[in-house]
């Protein structure tokens, strides 16, 4: 301890394990320590999300003024907790929120985390020394009317709504760029292929009105399981009980924190429900791995259709976004596609964690909401981050080569699916094989025989391309 400018730059804190040392400047304490190194094993600590720190610091923050209300903390303590987590709010004292976000303690080393941090900050508003905790203390005053089972839980769910605003915002920016494609190569004929074989005529345009359609769709679906997040444990404390909570306490913090969220959150129907389950958190992990593998299918498809640009289909061109190779001058790979795909690997993944914690939860709660919240987060992250840059730097700029698209359709036996109405299965089938003995063209073949022109044929494939519906 340095005490040579007369101020000790850190302070002691004990617990039954024995005494730990803390820089004066931090306002983390024993709790947070003994998680930080019993506990740390990945790269992220709690005050890495902001989204996480201010949902927590709300939740906190909504308490004490239900604790105040309902007369069981001073006014006084409470606006010293609220200054505090305004701060937290405002981006104030993260480096002291240093417990690992994937700490195995149920989320009770984070809670602590934020209860001293927050008991710390208040003592020093009203004027005493962090780590004493003589007029504010973490758990007696910060924490009260809560536990872990249902703080953590409620700042979860409120971490991860507002997560996902930017995600759903960024889906929907993408589809209306697959919609402005959609209308820029409608009148392009293009060939349309199952199995990666020839199938049938149809528009480039029809190709991208799917991929709009799918897009809104996964945009929707996330609208909606966004909701089922505001259904919130909060008031449950330990398991469903409320035991610890004053009477009326419940209505009052929610009320509380509609108005400092500006978002109404709801009690659950059944309380202990609400604090055994997280299915909640499996439904929306499973629609972002739903969103994540759907445009991967996307990506796929972008990356063979503009795949060459000699050797391959090149029907589409993707913007060049950066050299291909360290040895082939000249190659420019998919990137943006290819980063697409790999990051649903990576969702993929966090999904079947997210579902193995659902599944191990015990008896009254589940103690494994922080790899939980840990794999969400990163989860929304690619996707929001993965989407806006595949929108702006590849799907935007994408063209297509009109005379390709329409070459290899002419030259393929799609068209005699086309023919099929005016000159009959039977009679194409003759023809089809033709082409194939011969090596040339079904449009050369007809012209030829003088069974169609071109002209004929070519409008015959043009009836075929739009819908019948």
Not at 119 to 146: C, F, K, M, T, W
Not at 441 to 450: A, K, N, R, T, W
Request: some cysteine.
């Amino acid at each position: 301890m340095d005490t040579s400018s007369g101020v000790a730059s850190s302070r002691t804190e004990k617990d039954y394990v024995g005494e730990v040392t803390i820089p004066r400047d931090k306002l983390y304490g024993v709790n947070s320590v003994r998680g930080r190194d019993n506990l740390s094993v990945s790269t992220q600590t709690v005050g890495h999300h902001a989204e996480f720190v201010k949902a927590f610091a709300h939740v906190k923050w909504a308490a004490a003024l239900a604790n105040r209300d309902r007369g069981v903390i001073g006014a006084p303590v409470c606006d010293a907790i609220a200054q505090a987590c305004k701060d937290l709010v405002d981006g104030r004292f993260r480096d002291s929120l240093i417990v690992d976000l994937m700490e195995g303690s149920g989320g009770t080393s984070t809670n602590m985390n934020f209860n001293e941090v927050i008991a710390n900050r208040a003592q020093e508003i009203l004027g005493s020394p962090a780590g004493s905790y003589d007029v504010v203390h973490p758990n007696d005053h910060v924490n009260r009317s809560q536990s872990t089972n249902d703080a953590y839980p409620s700042a979860q769910k409120i971490a991860i709504y507002e997560m996902l605003a930017p995600l759903i915002e960024a889906l929907g920016e993408l589809a209306s760029t697959f919609d402005a494609k959609a209308k820029a190569f409608f009148d392009i004929l293009h060939l349309g292929r199952t199995c990666l074989q020839d199938a049938q005529p149809m528009r480039l345009g029809h190709v991208f009105e799917g991929y709009a359609a799918l897009t809104h769709r996964l945009k929707a679906e996330l609208v909606a399981v966004r909701n089922k997040l505001l259904t919130l444990p909060l008031g449950g404390t330990a398991i469903g009980t409320g035991f610890g909570a004053p009477e009326g306490y419940r209505a009052a913090v929610y009320a509380h924190l509609a108005e400092l969220t500006g978002v109404h959150y709801v009690a659950p129907d059944n309380p202990f429900d609400a604090m055994q389950n997280m299915d909640t958190f499996s439904r929306v992990s499973a629609e972002l791995r739903t969103c994540a593998t759907a445009l991967a299918k996307i990506a796929a498809d972008l990356t063979v259709l503009s795949s060459g640009p000699v050797g391959g289909l090149g029907e589409l061109r993707l913007p060049e976004a950066q050299a291909g190779s360290s040895i082939m001058p000249g190659k420019v790979n998919p990137v943006l596609p290819m980063a697409m795909i790999q990051l649903s690997f990576a969702v993929v993944g966090n999904d079947v964690t997210v579902a193995q914690a659902v599944q191990y939860g015990e008896l009254e709660i589940n103690h494994f909401e922080p790899v939980v919240a840990s794999r969400v987060f990163d989860s929304i992250h690619l996707l929001t981050q993965g989407i806006q840059r595949f929108n702006t730097k590849c799907v935007a700029g994408i063209t297509a080569d009109r005379e390709r698209n329409e070459s290899h359709l002419l030259a393929s036996m799609a068209v005699a699916t086309a023919l099929v109405p005016r000159l009959g299965y039977a009679k194409v089938s003759q023809l089809a094989r033709q082409s194939v003995a011969e090596q040339r063209s079904l449009v050369e073949i007809l012209g030829e025989s003088g069974i169609l022109s071109r002209e004929d044929t070519l409008a015959a494939i043009q009836k075929s391309s739009v819908p019948a519906f």
